[in-house]
Nanobody
Framework: QVQLVESGGGLVQAGGSLRLSCAAS????????MAWFRQSQGKEREFVAT????????YYADSVKGRFTISRDNAKNTVYLQMNSLKPEDTAVYYC???????????????????WGQGTQVTVST
């Protein structure tokens, strides 16, 4: 079991930056595939980025590629999402997610992840 707590959300002007953090409980953080998803009002939750357990391989949604960077610090049990060049369409609740199952479900499918944080609001103004 792992518990996830996101922080770092807030209000920012278009073109600005924010860094989200997700702190995980437990001693086996390095065993978890970690990801960020987001959900805008009235829309389904969508994949943003993921980072592998050990190699640090990363994958991004096309909508954020080149602007967002996911990273992890296994010593601190924390995963980050650095968001630059923010756009109003990035406004959403951002969720941290974890998977320990080595599932064959693709990494961009939310059904793969068994653990979720409570979410943190990011609002980008024009």
């Amino acid at each position: 079991q792992v518990q996830l707590v996101e922080s770092g959300g807030g209000l920012v002007q278009a073109g600005g930056s924010l860094r989200l953090s997700c702190a995980a409980s437990g001693r086996t953080f390095s065993n978890y595939l970690m990801a960020w998803f987001r959900q805008s009002q009235g829309k389904e939750r969508e994949f943003v980025a993921t980072i592998s357990r050990s190699t640090g391989s990363t994958y991004y949604a096309d909508s954020v590629k080149g602007r967002f960077t996911i990273s992890r610090d296994n010593a601190k049990n924390t995963v980050y999402l650095q968001m630059n060049s923010l756009k109003p369409e990035d406004t959403a609740v951002y969720y941290c997610a974890a998977d320990q199952s080595y599932s064959t479900i693709t990494y961009y499918n939310e059904r793969r992840y068994g653990f979720w944080g409570q979410g943190t609001q990011v609002t980008v103004s024009t």
